[in-house]
């Protein structure tokens, strides 16, 4: 990605959400929290945002309406809720297990949780990889341990940093995972688990089958959107982690259909 587009996506998040953090784009883009800050000293300086300590919060400026969002910037919304889901689940987790994780920003927070743990890692999220083997990527005591061991699928790369298509169902066809943690682009209160992506729903369902078990994780926003293609019915995992804003009715409505687990934390 060239500088310009991705001070671009910086500036789009900024709007959308009033404030990005540095690292959270540094893991979203794939490049370092260096040069993030330098795209940061780029938009202060066209008047675009105002850097604070960790990030930079919206100052001004134009973008134009309509732009889809993408990983980086979903990354920056609600990432309370997402941290309370990601610690609930990586309490699931025990040393010695292969762990699938699939794409997405609430899942990125379970790997970050997962980072020097004795576990191994499948995942098909170029981001989720990257956060477990740089490096130069801290974790939240700054420990720069890696996990045991971490594949990563390839495949094609979607809008939301997934690798998804022949390559990554093939690689997932001949792996088995004790436990899978999967994400959702909505969750319909009848049908289930949905993407609005084709070939993403194909490869979450490769996921959940190389898994003896599975678990979503989606925060309150999911309820009721409803994306294009059906990966998982109720059914098809084995529990679902939500934050503590999901509405009442929600809950009751989840809870009768799924094992449900509310996270402490995040929005009340």
């Given at each position: 990605?060239?500088?310009?587009?991705?001070?671009?996506?910086?500036?789009?998040?900024?709007?959308?959400?009033?404030?990005?953090?540095?690292?959270?784009?540094?893991?979203?883009?794939?490049?370092?929290?260096?040069?993030i800050?330098?795209?940061?000293?780029?938009?202060?300086?066209?008047?675009?945002?105002?850097?604070?300590?960790?990030?930079?919060v919206?100052?001004?400026?134009?973008?134009?309406?309509?732009?889809?969002?993408?990983?980086?910037l979903?990354?920056?919304?609600?990432?309370?809720?997402?941290?309370?889901?990601?610690?609930?689940?990586?309490?699931?987790?025990?040393?010695?297990?292969?762990?699938?994780?699939?794409?997405?920003?609430?899942?990125?927070?379970?790997?970050r949780?997962?980072?020097?743990?004795?576990?191994?890692?499948?995942?098909?999220?170029?981001?989720?990889?990257h956060?477990?083997?740089?490096?130069?990527?801290?974790?939240?005591?700054?420990?720069?341990?890696?996990?045991?061991?971490?594949?990563?699928?390839?495949?094609?790369?979607?809008?939301?940093?997934?690798?998804?298509?022949?390559?990554?169902?093939?690689?997932?066809?001949?792996?088995?995972?004790?436990?899978?943690?999967?994400?959702?682009?909505?969750?319909?209160p009848?049908?289930?688990?949905?993407?609005?992506?084709?070939?993403?729903?194909e490869?979450n369902?490769?996921?959940?089958?190389?898994?003896?078990?599975?678990?979503?994780?989606?925060?309150?926003?999911?309820?009721?959107?409803?994306?294009?293609?059906?990966?998982?019915?109720?059914?098809?995992?084995?529990?679902?982690?939500?934050?503590?804003?999901?509405?009442?009715?929600?809950?009751?409505?989840?809870?009768?259909?799924?094992?449900?687990?509310?996270?402490?934390?995040?929005?009340?």
């Amino acid at each position: 990605m060239l500088a310009a587009e991705r001070r671009r996506v910086i500036l789009e998040a900024a709007v959308a959400t009033g404030a990005v953090r540095v690292m959270d784009l540094a893991v979203e883009l794939g490049v370092s929290e260096m040069t993030i800050r330098r795209d940061l000293d780029r938009l202060e300086e066209a008047g675009e945002l105002t850097k604070v300590h960790g990030g930079a919060v919206r100052s001004g400026g134009s973008i134009g309406r309509g732009v889809e969002p993408r990983s980086a910037l979903k990354a920056v919304r609600d990432t309370a809720e997402k941290r309370a889901i990601a610690a609930a689940a990586v309490d699931l987790v025990g040393d010695g297990m292969t762990v699938a994780v699939g794409a997405g920003t609430t899942t990125l927070e379970l790997a970050r949780l997962l980072r020097g743990r004795a576990v191994s890692v499948v995942t098909n999220s170029i981001s989720i990889f990257h956060a477990l083997t740089d490096p130069d990527h801290d974790d939240a005591d700054g420990d720069p341990t890696v996990a045991a061991a971490v594949q990563l699928t390839g495949g094609q790369r979607t809008p939301s940093d997934a690798l998804v298509g022949p390559v990554a169902n093939a690689m997932l066809e001949r792996v088995r995972c004790d436990l899978a943690f999967l994400g959702c682009h909505g969750i319909d209160p009848v049908a289930g688990f949905t993407s609005p992506n084709i070939g993403e729903a194909e490869t979450n369902r490769r996921l959940i089958t190389s898994a003896r078990s599975t678990v979503l994780l989606a925060d309150h926003t999911k309820f009721g959107e409803i994306g294009a293609h059906l990966f998982a019915r109720f059914a098809d995992v084995d529990g679902l982690i939500m934050d503590s804003g999901t509405p009442r009715a929600a809950r009751e409505g989840l809870a009768a259909v799924i094992p449900l687990t509310l996270a402490p934390g995040g929005a009340a």
